[in-house]
């Protein structure tokens, strides 16, 4: 299987995972507010402080993003282009959000693909929270975690400063479901370690809510291929379930954009496809 090296050890637990309760809902992220404050103020709405978000069709300006791009340096794997601040209506074909708290505020880590006004040119990437603002409403399936929070903490593997999930104190929201805050580390199938965790805890069936993180290139079951190895990934549908043969099998339909600028969507082969960098979800356990 394909690997990078990190500048940094890799620890032993491979899955930094929270076991919480949450509830999927949907709600309209309100116009004239930064998307961070409009995410905010969707979850709060029904009791939850963070957990990961889902959508399609969106407008957003001002907007501000980056691109996967080389390192210039050993101290990073991959990392992130310069700055690019379209102008005009930004429409979003589709992302993919997790919203925790970095040093002590509101935060997001939110990747997705769009279209540009100014020309219109189809691009994706890593949207930026604090140059981010809504500028018609739009509708996202949300999935609310009360027990956990994903936050952000130096990680010494990659060097950068990602999404974890940690225990938190319950909101008292209302709950529906058993729920596991997850972030995939470096150097594993994606779909390989979510099938093993869900083996490990007796999980028949799951589905997956948000999903955002990185990839090492991509092999889809439709045949194609992204070669550059950097990737932004959102993933827009995954669950797990007993295949043909009885064994459990993730299906992960996802979106990226590589740091040449290539576009490619469709369901991720299994065992072929290791993370980069992270990869945040919410894995929600289903009554078999």
């Known amino acids: ?72 340096t050993s101290e990073n794997a991959a990392f992130y282009s310069e700055t690019f601040k379209p102008s005009g209506v930004t429409r979003t074909k ?70 974890g999930p940690v225990v938190a104190a319950s909101t008292g929201a209302r709950t529906t479901s058993r729920a596991f805050a997850m972030r995939l580390r470096p150097n594993q199938d994606f779909a390989g370690c979510l099938e093993d965790f869900c083996r490990a805890h007796d999980i028949v069936r799951a589905k997956l809510h948000g999903g955002v993180g990185s990839t090492i290139g991509a092999h889809f079951t439709h045949g194609g291929v992204t070669e550059p190895f950097a990737t932004e990934l959102a993933m827009t549908a995954g669950a797990i379930a007993p295949g043909s043969t009885g064994a459990l099998e993730a299906a992960l339909d996802v979106a990226l954009i590589d740091y040449t600028g290539g576009i490619a969507e469709g369901r991720l082969v299994r065992g072929d496809n290791p993370v980069l960098m992270t990869m945040e979800l919410v894995l929600e356990a289903l009554e078999s």
Not at 3 to 8: D, E, L, N
Not at 60 to 71: D, E, H, I, N
Not at 110 to 127: I, K, P
């Open 1 to 72: 299987m394909r690997s990078i090296k990190q500048p940094g050890a890799p620890v032993a637990e491979r899955i930094q995972w929270v076991e919480a309760r949450g509830r999927a809902f949907s709600f309209t992220i309100q116009a004239g507010l930064p998307l961070l404050e409009a995410a905010r103020r969707g979850f709060a709405a029904e009791g939850f402080a963070g957990g990961v978000l889902n959508f399609r069709h969106g407008a957003l300006r001002p907007f501000a993003y980056v691109m996967p791009a080389l390192s210039k």
């Open 94 to 163: 589709l992302g993919s959000m997790t919203l925790g708290l970095r040093d002590g505020a509101p935060f997001f880590h939110c990747h997705g693909l769009w279209t540009e006004a100014d020309g219109g040119r189809a691009s994706g990437g890593h949207m930026l929270p604090d140059e981010t603002d809504v500028a018609e409403p739009f509708e996202v399936e949300a999935f609310g975690v009360d027990g956990a929070m994903f936050t952000a903490a130096p990680d010494p593997e990659t060097n950068f400063k990602l999404f």
